[in-house]
């Protein structure tokens, strides 16, 4: 499945530098407002430790990863939902994206232009949402006077009438939420919308992990923990939806050889890399899980939105795989690797098979019987 995530900001907050660590690519990332006016797009692997154990295992002859996409989009600002700073094509842009990734200033660095008077990245998010609720409220005023004018001509069958009357009671509660700023409200209403395309397509309601980008000397030891800006960040969202990184470190880092990059890091003090920590948190925040299919040619990792079934999921193989579902071969990871190979996984009765119905779990290892 396509995974799409957004890097939205202020300008000059970092996005643009922590895009080119994330996929290492060359975006520019000048010290100027709106460098980049286009979004753009490039695509970087799932962290997955797994896979390298499977590859032993199998004796495979390549691995192929899950991947998540990122976009890196143009610096919004206050009035960006009415035009200024090029807002209006950007805002479209976050509405093709799956996950908002919040990046938020919280450095000093008198080398490095900031928009803003002073360092509050809470206040810098408040803008952005302002603008992305503005933007939501000149949908939902349009689509609320489409439905309103189909449900007073009473047009449609019994059942369609009734949908469009939800519909537009469910849109003017969106409403006033979002007239009231109450970001939390917004989201609820559009949980209970289900599969309403009007709602689900609000900016404000999407999914969002914040990345506080932190300075290199606050590396070591995790001394970014006592950065007041930081502090904020994580008593207003909570800690899970929090990620931390030196977006100007993780960039030179990502340009470094395994070796040196594993040096580097030493030197600095950084347990793990904060670029891994983001891509987990985006995969965890989409509510994915990993399946994998495993030969002698490759080992690839699947993702999928965690509760589908096996026939759903052998659709990500490949439609006819769906279409022609007969039953699949299942195992899973930690079984393989407490068993030591797959043969012996089926010997002691780890292997089943199982019907369309099966719910897939993470680290699951599928072979799945079709005829079309």
């Not at 914040?210 to 008593?235: C, F, G, H, M, R």
């Not at 040619?297 to 052998?314: M, N, S, V, Y």
Request: some cysteine; proline content about 3%; glycine content about 6%.
């Amino acid at each position: 499945m396509a995974i799409k995530a957004g890097l939205v900001g202020l300008p000059n907050v970092g996005k643009s530098t922590l895009f080119n660590a994330l996929t290492k690519s060359q975006v520019p990332a000048e010290n100027y407002p709106f460098c980049t006016i286009d979004p753009h797009l490039a695509i970087t692997f799932v962290p997955d430790p797994r896979l390298q154990k499977l590859l032993q295992l199998f004796n495979s002859q390549k691995i192929i990863p899950a991947t998540v996409s990122f976009v890196d989009i143009a610096g919004l600002v206050k009035g960006a939902a009415s035009g200024e700073g090029l807002g209006n094509q950007f805002l479209t842009h976050i509405r093709d994206v799956n996950l908002i990734l919040h990046v938020l200033r919280c450095f000093q660095d008198t080398n490095i232009t900031n928009t803003r008077d002073s360092i509050d990245p809470v206040s810098d998010y408040e803008i952005i949402m302002a603008e992305l609720m503005l933007k939501d409220l000149e949908m939902v005023a349009k689509r609320i006077d489409k439905v309103n004018s189909l449900v007073r001509k009473a047009q449609g069958s019994p059942a369609e009438r009734k949908e469009n009357e939800r519909e537009l009671a469910l849109l003017q509660k969106i409403q006033t939420a979002l007239n009231a700023s109450d970001v939390t409200a917004v989201r609820s209403l559009v949980h209970q919308a289900g599969t309403l395309t009007s709602c689900s397509e609000l900016l404000s309601a999407k999914e969002f992990l914040v990345i506080a980008n932190i300075s290199e000397q606050e590396l070591e030891n995790d001394a970014y923990k006592q950065n007041p800006a930081y502090q904020t960040l994580v008593t207003r969202f909570g800690i899970e939806n929090v990620a931390a990184v030196a977006a100007k470190t993780e960039g030179e880092i990502s340009q470094l050889p395994d070796e040196e990059a594993h040096e580097f890091m030493a030197m600095l003090g950084m347990k793990e890399r904060g670029l891994d920590t983001i891509i987990q948190k985006t995969y965890a925040k989409l509510g994915l899980i990993t399946f994998f299919t495993c030969g002698p040619k490759e080992i690839h990792a699947w993702p999928i939105k965690k509760g589908i079934t096996i026939r759903q999921a052998a659709g990500e193989i490949h439609s006819d795989l769906e279409r022609g579902f007969i039953c699949a071969e299942i195992f899973n990871y930690a079984d393989l690797v407490s068993a030591g190979s797959e043969a012996k996984v089926k010997e002691i009765g780890k292997m089943r098979t199982e019907g369309q119905d099966y719910i897939v779990q993470d680290g699951d290892i599928v072979h799945v019987k079709f005829a079309v």
